[in-house]
């Protein structure tokens, strides 16, 4: 059962698209794309083995706001929750989002909005909440800005800590 669902994961992820980034919350990796958010936004899939496993995505971008969306990947069901932390000038912004389980449309949205002149840089860090679970499972995160302005995103590994 278990080679099933990772082959469908495979299969699923292979359909629609986008790269995936198999790395254990303790490997050693780097992961990075760029892409401009109009019509084609960065987007990081991960693949979690455990309910216990967390990943960690880096977003800086040029634009004067960072939308954060997340999408279950092949068996509908799986709710994951975000937990976006952007620091500037000493303090920090702490954004959550709750997807809703879908697989065809990102859920659980958050923003964070540029402050004076400086990149946004944040970190985004997902687990997993309830749902299916079968694994391992696979999600996605969205990451887009406005018009003419790019997201670079690199999966944090090994994790680091974040503020309480």
């Not at 082959?7 to 892409?35: H, K, Q, W, Y």
């Not at 995505?57 to 994951?80: F, H, K, M, N, P």
């Not at 709750?98 to 002149?117: F, R």
């Amino acid at each position: 059962m278990k080679r099933f669902a990772l082959l469908l994961l495979v299969l699923c992820m292979s359909f629609i698209g986008v790269a995936v980034a198999i790395a254990g919350p303790n490997d050693v990796g780097v992961f990075e794309r760029t892409g401009d958010a109009v019509g084609n936004p960065a987007v990081e899939s991960v693949t979690f083995n455990t309910p216990y496993d967390a990943y960690q995505i880096r977003s800086v971008t040029d634009g004067s706001y960072l939308q954060i969306g997340i999408e279950d990947c092949c068996i509908a069901g799986d709710v994951w929750s975000t937990r976006t932390i952007c620091r500037h000038n000493g303090l920090y912004r702490d954004v959550r989002g709750l997807g809703n389980g879908s697989t065809t449309n990102y859920t659980g949205v958050t923003t964070v909005y540029q402050s004076g002149s400086h990149d946004i840089d944040c970190i985004t860090e997902i687990h997993y909440v309830k749902g299916v679970d079968i694994w391992g499972a696979g999600m996605s995160l969205q990451f887009k800005t406005n018009a003419g302005s790019n997201v670079t995103t690199t999966i944090v590994s090994p994790p680091v800590p974040l503020p309480n």
